[in-house]
């Protein structure tokens, strides 16, 4: 009887044991669980809040707030966000920029020509940077781009769909393209502004001799010079009120009178 009561004792404890390991199982599970929940909630809060923001304006500072596969799915939008946010704000700062708004100015053409080196130098700068700022937008808004963001491999199936889920929908997908046409649209009106004020800067070069600056007015010696100079003028202007007006600029237009 003894061994009997022994032994029932015994599977009592061991079935106890095994009910405490099985406890703190399922507690542990649970507690993943709802920890990796919150973790996807957080970062999908995060990514909502990246897409309600402005690119032009907004700062896109990258701070994490989640761990493991979502920490890595995390970093990489908010990289993505403020390498797009940086070549939209890249692209227009030229239709802005007090230098370059300023080149035909009566001030700007006293004190750099008649050669105007550093206009020529402040137009190249816009074209040249304008460009690669939006090579680097229509690379980023690539659907190929946007799909392959994350590395597959570096992450399981479940965090890679996620990923889709929230970052290529068919909204994003029009909102990316949408973006891309807009930034296309301005590098080449922008182009257009930069090509008419070349082209008035080499008109004054031809005729260097030709002209002068009084009382903050420039004048011509004929008035041959004087109408081709207002018809190029008022191209610009026209380019101005057509292509930038829409986009926020100033319509400072370059005011020196003739």
């Given at each position: 009887?003894?061994?009997?009561?022994?032994?029932?004792?015994?599977?009592?404890?061991?079935?106890?044991?095994?009910?405490?390991?099985?406890?703190?199982?399922?507690?542990?599970?649970?507690?993943?669980?709802?920890?990796?929940?919150?973790?996807?909630?957080?970062?999908?809060?995060?990514?909502v809040?990246?897409?309600?923001?402005?690119?032009?304006?907004?700062?896109?500072?990258?701070?994490?707030?989640?761990?493991?596969?979502?920490?890595?799915?995390?970093?990489?939008?908010?990289k993505?966000?403020?390498?797009?946010?940086?070549?939209?704000?890249?692209?227009?700062?030229?239709?802005?920029?007090?230098?370059?708004?300023?080149?035909?100015?009566?001030?700007?053409?006293?004190?750099?020509?008649?050669?105007f080196?550093?206009?020529?130098?402040?137009?190249?700068?816009?074209?040249?940077?304008?460009?690669?700022?939006?090579?680097?937008?229509?690379?980023?808004c690539?659907?190929?781009?946007?799909?392959?963001?994350?590395?597959?491999?570096?992450?399981?199936?479940?965090?890679?769909?996620?990923?889709?889920?929230?970052?290529?929908?068919?909204?994003?997908?029009?909102?990316?393209?949408?973006?891309?046409?807009?930034?296309?649209?301005?590098?080449?009106?922008?182009?257009?502004?930069?090509?008419?004020?070349?082209?008035?800067?080499?008109?004054?070069?031809?005729?260097?001799?030709?002209?002068?600056?009084?009382?903050?007015?420039l004048?011509?010696?004929?008035?041959a010079?004087?109408?081709?100079?207002?018809?190029?003028?008022?191209?610009?202007?026209?380019?101005?009120?057509?292509?930038?007006?829409?986009?926020g600029?100033?319509?400072?237009?370059?005011?020196?009178?003739?």
């Open positions: 009887m003894k061994k009997e009561k022994k032994k029932h004792t015994t599977l009592k404890i061991v079935l106890l044991i095994i009910g405490i390991i099985l406890a703190v199982a399922i507690a542990l599970i649970a507690y993943l669980v709802a920890k990796d929940l919150e973790q996807e909630k957080i970062l999908k809060k995060e990514i809040n990246l897409a309600n923001q402005e690119l032009l304006t907004d700062d896109y500072s990258i701070e994490v707030k989640t761990t493991g596969d979502y920490a890595y799915i995390e970093e990489a939008v908010k993505f966000y403020k390498e797009l946010s940086d070549n939209i704000k890249t692209m227009n700062q030229y239709l802005t920029d007090e230098q370059l708004i300023s080149v035909l100015s009566a001030e700007n053409l006293q004190a750099d020509g008649p050669n080196k550093n206009s020529y130098q402040i137009i190249e700068n816009a074209r040249k940077n304008s460009t690669a700022a939006l090579q680097n937008i229509a690379n980023l690539d659907e190929e781009a946007i799909k392959n963001l994350i590395d597959k491999e570096k992450v399981d199936d479940y965090y890679y769909d996620l990923y889709i889920e929230l970052m290529y929908t068919e909204e994003d997908i029009k909102t990316f393209k949408e973006t891309k046409v807009q930034m296309e649209e301005l590098a080449t009106n922008l182009n257009l502004f930069l090509d008419k004020v070349t082209e008035m800067l080499n008109m004054l070069e031809r005729n260097s001799g030709s002209w002068y600056i009084e009382n903050g007015q004048y011509f010696s004929t008035d010079l004087v109408t081709e100079y207002n018809t190029l003028y008022n191209e610009l202007n026209q380019i101005v009120t057509e292509k930038f007006t829409n986009q600029t100033t319509q400072q237009q370059t005011s020196n009178n003739i």
